[in-house]
């Protein structure tokens, strides 16, 4: 199969779904910074932060959870002793400046310059970030946080979804566009920002509690 470019533009009704879902006794004519969200953090509640709105995220799913436990066992059985890491969700603010209005936490990130974790947080740009669909998430993923990854510089973007047992992976390539390719159950991923390491599809979803 040959690669092709995917493109994803943020629209007008995608923008409507994040104000939506905004919490009610925040007025989403406001804008918040990262900073603002900080406060709220008061009762062990997730949080994203899109272009100022905040976003409540909802508890994840056994079938995600048993994906993301899988797909951090073979990437970690690659990335034992070296230099990078495989980090489960963690807050990641892909551009960090006073006032920064955006901020994610991805479902997997793998990052390689350690000087971009400060005060137990992501601040700068993952080198692979992967997202693992579910009805709640995604339009968020596919469009919204998939064009703050490109636009941020993200090497690597993956899309994993368990309805269909496949994985999107979306290359940066050299004019700052990601080119896309949908692999399935039989397919192997050559993951880009290694040399050596290949992840077959069927790996990531050979757990036989999966539904």
């Not at 470019?5 to 918040?32: D, G, R, S």
Request: aromatic share 10%; net charge neutral.
């Amino acid at each position: 199969m040959n690669e092709k470019e995917i493109t994803y533009e943020p629209i007008e009704q995608e923008m409507k779904i994040v104000k939506e879902e905004a919490l009610a006794n925040y007025t989403t004519e406001h804008k918040y910074s990262y900073d603002d969200v900080q406060y709220w953090l008061t009762d062990n509640r997730r949080w994203e932060l899109i272009d100022g709105i905040p976003l409540l995220m909802a508890s994840p799913s056994i079938n995600h959870q048993l994906i993301s436990k899988d797909l951090m066992f073979l990437f970690e059985i690659y990335l034992r002793g070296k230099s990078c890491q495989i980090i489960p969700p963690v807050d990641t603010v892909l551009s960090y400046n006073e006032g920064s209005d955006t901020y994610v936490i991805p479902d997997l990130i793998i990052q390689c310059d350690r000087k971009k974790i400060k005060k137990g947080r992501i601040f700068g740009v993952p080198d692979l970030i992967i997202e693992i669909l579910s009805s709640s998430t995604s339009s968020r993923d596919k469009i919204t946080k998939r064009h703050k990854y490109e636009k941020a510089g993200v090497k690597e973007f993956w899309i994993v979804n368990p309805k269909d047992k496949s994985i999107e992976v979306s290359v940066l390539n050299i004019k700052g566009i990601f080119t896309s390719r949908i692999y399935k159950i039989r397919e192997i991923i050559k993951v880009s920002i290694f040399k050596d390491l290949t992840i077959n599809v069927a790996d990531v979803f050979a757990n036989p509690w999966l539904r």
